[in-house]
């Protein structure tokens, strides 16, 4: 397939699973809140072992001290063109963001958050 733009919200031609006009599968609010309280026990979990041990873990397989569900739609805009939105992010707040899009089919994104 020919390059295009990373902003370039239309569906590729010959993507069936995709509906027309839209970029990304909408999730359904019982999705979304599941996903979030997912994330708030992995975010405590990681805040509790991060006062246990008092330093601030670097990145996977530690657990992560911020979660942040995400919809699948403004993923391309968080990553950016070549990564570089997210390796600017990761620079300015000097942390390291992982994206865990296993669950992109479902229409969310987990952003889990690394050190302090």
Same mark, same amino acid.
């Given at each position: 397939?020919?390059?295009?733009?990373?902003?370039?919200?239309?569906?590729?031609?010959?993507?069936?699973?995709?509906?027309?006009?839209?970029?990304?599968?909408? #999730?359904?609010?019982?999705?979304?809140?599941?996903?979030?309280?997912?994330?708030?026990?992995?975010?405590?979990?990681?805040?509790?072992?991060?006062?246990?041990?008092?330093?601030?873990?670097?990145?996977?397989?530690?657990? #992560?001290?911020?979660?942040?569900?995400?919809?699948?739609?403004?993923?391309?805009?968080?990553?950016?063109?070549?990564?570089?939105?997210?390796?600017?992010?990761?620079?300015?707040?000097?942390?390291?963001?992982?994206?865990?899009?296993?669950?992109?089919?479902?229409?969310?994104?987990?952003?889990?958050?690394?050190?302090?």
């Amino acid at each position: 397939l020919p390059a295009r733009s990373l902003y370039d919200a239309g569906p590729r031609p010959g993507t069936p699973w995709i509906q027309r006009g839209e970029s990304a599968p909408v #999730p359904s609010p019982e999705v979304l809140r599941e996903a979030q309280a997912r994330a708030s026990r992995a975010e405590a979990e990681g805040l509790a072992a991060l006062r246990r041990s008092g330093s601030a873990p670097r990145g996977p397989p530690a657990l #992560p001290t911020g979660t942040m569900v995400i919809e699948q739609k403004f993923v391309d805009f968080i990553i950016g063109p070549g990564g570089q939105s997210l390796a600017a992010l990761n620079y300015a707040a000097g942390v390291t963001v992982q994206l865990d899009q296993s669950h992109s089919l479902a229409g969310y994104t987990v952003a889990n958050i690394y050190g302090s």
